[in-house]
């Protein structure tokens, strides 16, 4: 697995555990963080379940090496974190809740330096028959042409 699937996959068990918490133990989660009671758990769970399938998608994405969808989670995620600080600044939850943001913000670093540069071809990770940015096939495929030839 590269290292841009291991953190997702990493955010992925992060969303599933935090899922489950909040599907079945939604008051001792809140409790734990310092965070206000939910009062009715519907929709606290509701959202449990989404994190549950958000956790499927990013695990999912992260083993069959899907760049783009890993790609594809750095920006919403780096943006939790002032998202959360407007919450926080309109009184909305105490401030413990910005752990949550930090946590998904370092997540994205992660996965940010972790994702290959644009147009770069991962020899690890490349299946043949992909083409990349630019038209260009994978190193390892073009490595066994050219050997091929001599």
């Known amino acids: 697995m590269s290292p841009a699937a291991r953190s997702v996959f990493a955010f992925g ?6 899922g489950i918490a909040l599907m079945f133990l939604p008051h001792r989660l809140c409790d734990t963080f310092g965070l206000r009671s ?7 769970r509701v959202c449990g ?4 399938d958000l956790a499927h998608y990013c ?3 992260a083993r069959n ?3 783009r969808f890993i790609r594809w989670t750095v920006p919403p995620r780096l943006l939790t974190l002032p998202i959360l600080g407007v919450v926080v600044a309109s009184g909305l939850e105490n401030a413990s ?5 930090v946590v998904d913000a370092l997540a994205a ?3 940010l330096f972790a994702l290959p540069r644009r147009g770069a071809v991962n020899v690890l990770t490349c299946p043949s028959s992909l083409r990349h940015a630019r038209g260009r096939r994978c190193a390892g495929l073009t ?5 091929r030839r001599a």
């Open 65 to 67: 090496e899907h760049i």
């Open 109 to 111: 670093l992660w996965t």
């Open 38 to 44: 939910p009062g009715d758990t519907l929709w606290v």
């Open 97 to 101: 809740i910005l752990v949550f943001g």
């Open 13 to 18: 068990v992060y969303l599933g555990a935090g």
């Open 143 to 147: 490595a066994r042409k050219s050997s």
């Open 59 to 61: 695990i999912r994405a």
């Open 49 to 52: 379940v989404l994190l549950v």
